[in-house]
């Protein structure tokens, strides 16, 4: 059940669309979701939901404030009638694309690309790679609602969107403040395609993946019907695998049962040939048949400006996931290549 406990705003740290950082007053920190709750400033009192600190999880120490106290009302309208975070006390009026581009229409993505990924992270990589071996191409971010809902907390795609490696973000189910809303996967890769012009979809949560010891306990598992989403509307899925040499776990070492787990669930198996509508697996050699080259991931993430770790390991630590989810990149700029939209 949540905790909940009262302080106040010592300092701002740091703010941007959608979120600030802050101190508060009790040594801890906070970050603020503006849309759903305002701005805060230096003095106001505030009321911070502290469970996710105090359970040790993934957060980097940071209490989510829930309400600000110094305020008697607040109010945002929205776009449209589409409820995200519904029947909840932070329920918001966000819109939805749909609502705006409404298509009664078969969606056919014309064998685009779509990189499905189980880990924010790999989202970074997948950009970075896209671009510097296409620099011209138009990449489109979906966030599912498996993980983080505002797409505002995510560092990486702050700054890949300041840095022009992602063209437009969009977010789906749950998730919210994309610059398209979405009401559900599927319509996002579609809008991604047929509002936003993008030549490749990269598909995956925002931060914060749920995992267990279990075989089916992880919201990984959604790489399961992204790619059969993809597949049924006429995209070209890739899978951007799980791996490590690295993670002290033995489900995580080499191919992760994340992505095992997620393939057996998925209707159509992935393979590495060109089967019409089967996802690919792309993973770098010696591990498959097939060579699938990839570029030094650590110069390109330099080169792009942007700092990707995954569970805290960077390029140098894991070579083996940041050449995997590199792989995917690959594939999917062959597949584009393929399509003809570019001349190379």
């Not at 106001?44 to 305020?71: C, F, I, K, Q, Y």
């Not at 992602?166 to 998730?175: E, F």
């Not at 809008?191 to 010891?213: F, N, Y």
């Not at 992204?226 to 191919?255: K, W």
Request: a negative charge; proline letters at 6%.
């Amino acid at each position: 059940m949540p905790s909940f406990v009262t302080a106040a705003v010592a300092s701002v740290l740091a703010e941007r669309a959608g979120l600030q950082r802050v101190a508060l007053d009790d040594g801890s920190r906070a970050v603020v979701l503006t849309s759903l709750t305002g701005t805060v400033a230096v003095g106001d009192e505030v009321v911070v939901n502290t469970t996710a600190v105090e359970l040790g999880l993934g957060t980097g120490g940071w209490h989510v404030v829930h309400w600000n106290l110094s305020r008697r009302e607040w109010h945002e309208p929205g776009p449209g009638h589409i409820m995200k975070v519904r029947y909840t006390s932070l329920q918001a009026d966000v819109g939805a694309a749909e609502e705006q581009a409404p298509s009664m229409a078969w969606p056919d993505l014309d064998r685009r690309p779509v990189v499905a990924c189980g880990l924010h992270s790999q989202v970074g990589i997948v950009a970075a790679v896209l671009k510097e071996l296409e620099p011209a191409v138009r990449v489109a971010y979906v966030m599912t609602d498996g993980a983080a809902l505002p797409l505002a907390l995510s560092d990486l795609v702050a700054s890949l969107r300041e840095r022009a490696l992602l063209d437009v973000t969009i977010t789906a189910g749950q998730a919210f403040g994309g610059e398209l809303e979405a009401v559900a996967t599927p319509s996002a890769i579609d809008l991604a395609v047929r509002v936003a012009g993008a030549d490749v979809v990269v598909v995956a949560m925002g931060p914060g993946v749920v995992g267990t010891a279990s075989t089916l306990g992880t919201t990984a598992l959604e790489v399961a019907p992204i790619v059969d989403a993809a597949a049924a509307l006429g995209g070209r899925p890739v899978v951007a695998a799980r791996t490590s040499e690295a993670d002290p776990r033995p489900r995580h070492q080499g191919l992760s049962h994340h992505t095992t787990a997620a393939l057996r669930l998925a209707a159509r198996a992935a393979t590495v040939g060109h089967a019409e509508g089967t996802p690919e697996l792309a993973v770098p050699p010696p591990h498959r048949v097939e060579t699938v080259e990839v570029p030094a991931v650590g110069d390109v993430l330099a080169r792009a400006g942007i700092d990707v770790r995954s569970m805290g390991r960077g390029p140098d630590d894991d070579p083996l996931f940041f050449a995997t989810t590199a792989a995917a990149a690959v594939v999917a700029v062959r597949s584009h290549r393929l399509r003809g939209t570019v001349l190379s």
